[in-house]
């Protein structure tokens, strides 16, 4: 499976930005998705995720009430709405899918497969 990520882009900080991720197979949306992002000079860290029904998700504390993780199964697609941006969360954001079914995983280690990644740059 591949993911191609987009949506990225420079906002002023309390702004908002749609995150896409489209998978190149039906099988996609089988599959659990996460987002996961990166800042320079930091380790890869959990966002958001979503489970293969879209009826279970899970956010970092950093991000809950401001970002929602959604899917679109139909169009093998999942989403990371973001709100009320902040100068921190600047980084390269990254979809994954885990061919594990079941769960809402949150940790890099369960993912398969991976996104080019999107840069979002928040400004203050």
């Known amino acids: 499976v591949q993911l191609q990520a987009c949506g990225g882009g420079l906002v002023q900080a309390g702004g908002f930005l749609r995150l896409s991720c489209e998978g190149s197979e039906r099988t996609f949306s089988g599959y659990p998705v996460g987002w996961f992002r990166q800042a320079p000079g930091k380790e890869r860290e959990f966002v958001a995720a979503i489970g293969w029904s879209g009826g279970s998700t899970a956010y970092a504390d950093s991000v809950k009430g401001r970002f929602t993780i959604s899917r679109d199964n139909a169009r093998n697609a999942a989403y990371l709405h973001m709100n009320i941006l902040k100068p921190e969360d600047t980084a390269v954001y990254y979809c994954?899918?885990?061919?594990?079914?079941?769960?809402?995983?949150?940790?890099?280690?369960?993912?398969?497969?991976w996104g080019q990644g999107t840069q979002v740059t928040v400004s203050s």
């Open positions: 994954a899918a885990a061919r594990a079914r079941f769960g809402v995983p949150v940790t890099t280690t369960a993912y398969n497969y």
